[in-house]
T-cell receptor, first 113, second 111 residues
Framework: DGGITQSPKYLFRKEGQNVTLSCEQN?????MYWYRQDPGQGLRLIYY???????QKGDIAEGYSVSREKKESFPLTVTSAQKNPTAFYLC????????????FGEGSRLTVL | GESVGLHLPTLSVQEGDNSIINCAYS??????FIWYKQESGKGPQFIID?????DKRQGQRVTVLLNKTVKHLSLQIAATQPGDSAVYFC??????????FGKGTRLSVIA
């Protein structure tokens, strides 16, 4: 079945370490997105990519980096520059069928120890 | 600024009753409005969408109403079931720009 796979589901990090969250999709979608969700809050856009080898900053890009070398993959690196990285991270891809429907992965929960 | 630990608005309904979840959007030029359902620890799932040139759209047990005059969107769930308990987000989209999500409402169904 087609879908979006995020890994790992849970990740623990020590302060000062970079970590990379994986996002892979086999839906043949062009656009991919990374959102951050804090407890009891909505989704905030970190980075997005509408085509391979191109990406744009979202509302809260500071302390994060991405790459889009392949259509299927859009990894997110949480760097040590991110002051408050503990959060739930969601990856999504976009199916352009004339609406705004995003397909989401199951999320990755990052905890900084 | 960001409010850490901000509690989501909560709607509690009795099983079998109808639920109405409201959302105020910001961009009068948005093309589409979408409702998502997010269960605990999972990614959001698409429920229903509506184009900006429509006032109402119905799905299975759900209806979305759009009032462009007051920039208001609502999601009605008929005969609410325990499985409907989740956080519901509205989102708006204009052209090729990313979705903008609302804050969310937590729906609790009382059996």
């Amino acid at each position: 079945d087609g879908g979006i796979t995020q890994s790992p589901k849970y990740l623990f990090r020590k302060e000062g370490q970079n970590v990379t969250l994986s996002c892979e999709q086999n839906l043949n979608h062009d656009a991919m997105y990374w959102y951050r969700q804090d407890p009891g809050q909505g989704l905030r856009l970190i980075y997005y990519s509408q085509i391979v080898n191109d990406f744009q900053k979202g509302d809260i890009a500071e302390g994060y980096s991405v790459s889009r070398e392949k259509k299927e993959s859009f990894p997110l690196t949480v760097t040590s520059a991110q002051k408050n990285p503990t959060a739930f991270y969601l990856c999504a891809s976009f199916r352009d069928r004339g609406t705004g429907e995003l397909f989401f992965g199951e999320g990755s929960r990052l905890t900084v120890l | 600024g960001e409010s850490v630990g901000l509690h989501l608005p909560t709607l509690s309904v009795q099983e079998g009753d109808n639920s109405i979840i409201n959302c105020a959007y910001s961009n009068s030029a948005s093309d589409y409005f979408i409702w998502y359902k997010q269960e605990s620890g999972k990614g959001p799932q698409f429920i229903i969408d509506i184009r900006s040139n429509m006032d109402k759209r119905q799905g299975q047990r759900v209806t979305v109403l759009l009032n462009k005059t007051v920039k208001h969107l609502s999601l009605q769930i008929a005969a609410t079931q325990p499985g409907d308990s989740a956080v519901y987000f509205c989102a708006e989209k204009k052209g090729n720009t990313p979705l903008v999500f609302g804050k969310g409402t937590r729906l609790s169904v009382i059996a």
